[in-house]
């Protein structure tokens, strides 16, 4: 890692530790981003774009494709370059996610064009 680099992290890692330790002092909680959080925020954007679950901006259900098959095709992705380095709850959750994502589109779209 170049010097830049390096003090561009320390500059990262000190913004964080400030507002985590400014929600702990105004009585809030400071959410760390997990690997399982990172998933189901994949899943859900899939699952919106499917057309299962409301978009909480537009309020209203409705489907996109492309949208979603890039969203499952992304997990595979995912799947393929964290081979081997996930804990085994990881590892279920990913395959889980991407198995349900994968029948729901075909549940969707199977049989158009």
Do not use: C
């Not at 003090?7 to 990262?12: A, D, H, I, S």
């Not at 330790?21 to 690997?35: D, I, L, M, P």
């Not at 489907?63 to 595979?76: K, P, S």
Request: glycine content about 6%; aromatic content about 8%.
């Amino acid at each position: 890692m170049t010097e830049h680099n390096e003090q561009f992290q320390r500059k990262w890692r000190s913004q964080l530790a400030r507002e985590e330790s400014a929600a702990n002092t105004e009585g809030g909680k400071y959410r760390h981003t997990s690997f399982k959080i990172f998933l189901s925020s994949l899943s859900m954007q899939a699952m919106i774009a499917l057309g299962r679950i409301e978009n909480p901006v537009s309020g209203r259900k409705s489907q996109h494709r492309e949208q979603a098959r890039h969203m499952i095709e992304t997990l595979d992705i995912l799947a393929r370059k964290t081979a081997g380095n996930l804990n085994e709850e990881e590892r279920h959750l990913l395959d889980e996610s991407r198995y349900s994502l994968k029948t729901m589109y075909l549940e969707e779209f199977a049989g158009d064009r």
